[in-house]
């Protein structure tokens, strides 16, 4: 292996236990990555011989980061699911996620709320789950939210 690259081994192995090599007969690829910034080591397994030791521990790394940004994304954008797998689909769901916790950042400051973020998107998802749960002519705003809802004899766009 070429010495400060990070990779320690690269090996061709087979998986050894009886149902695992039932399951998958084939040969793996085991490669062992030492991280230069963290000094940890990681072992991947890789049914992939094209492609360079670095590369794989690269492509494991990239991986990573987009598992945490999904994690990210479920916590902060409050997306418990898709609707739609497509690309555009996700994509679409994503863009309203984050132009709503954009715009609840901007609410908070201007209306120079106390709680984090996180506990506004909780709390409005709550009174909006509970608010289109009702009869659709009969819609509910509660908190922030209130004080831009149309009155009785408002209409949410204008005609004109």
């Given at each position: 292996m070429p010495p400060g690259t990070g990779v320690s081994l690269d090996q061709t192995v087979l998986l050894g236990t009886d149902g695992s090599a039932?399951?998958?007969?084939?040969t793996l690829r085991r490669v062992r990555f030492v991280d230069p910034e963290t000094n940890r080591r990681f072992i991947f397994l890789t049914n992939n011989f094209e492609l360079p030791?670095?590369?794989?521990?690269?492509?494991?790394?990239?991986?990573?980061?987009i598992e945490l940004f999904f994690n990210w994304i479920k916590q902060h954008l409050r997306i418990?699911?898709?609707?739609?797998?497509?690309?555009?689909?996700?994509?679409?769901?994503i863009w309203i996620a984050v132009a709503s916790y954009v715009l609840i950042a901007i609410l908070k400051k201007r209306l120079l709320l106390n709680a984090s973020l996180h506990e506004i998107m909780r709390r409005s998802?709550?009174?909006y789950r509970y608010s289109a749960?009702?009869?659709?002519?009969?819609?509910?705003?509660?908190?922030?939210a209130a004080r831009f809802a149309p009155t009785k004899n408002q209409r949410y766009f204008s005609t004109n």
């Amino acid at each position: 292996m070429p010495p400060g690259t990070g990779v320690s081994l690269d090996q061709t192995v087979l998986l050894g236990t009886d149902g695992s090599a039932r399951n998958y007969p084939d040969t793996l690829r085991r490669v062992r990555f030492v991280d230069p910034e963290t000094n940890r080591r990681f072992i991947f397994l890789t049914n992939n011989f094209e492609l360079p030791a670095l590369t794989i521990a690269q492509l494991y790394k990239s991986r990573w980061r987009i598992e945490l940004f999904f994690n990210w994304i479920k916590q902060h954008l409050r997306i418990k699911a898709f609707y739609r797998y497509s690309e555009n689909a996700v994509k679409t769901q994503i863009w309203i996620a984050v132009a709503s916790y954009v715009l609840i950042a901007i609410l908070k400051k201007r209306l120079l709320l106390n709680a984090s973020l996180h506990e506004i998107m909780r709390r409005s998802m709550k009174s909006y789950r509970y608010s289109a749960s009702t009869s659709s002519r009969k819609r509910q705003f509660y908190g922030p939210a209130a004080r831009f809802a149309p009155t009785k004899n408002q209409r949410y766009f204008s005609t004109n």
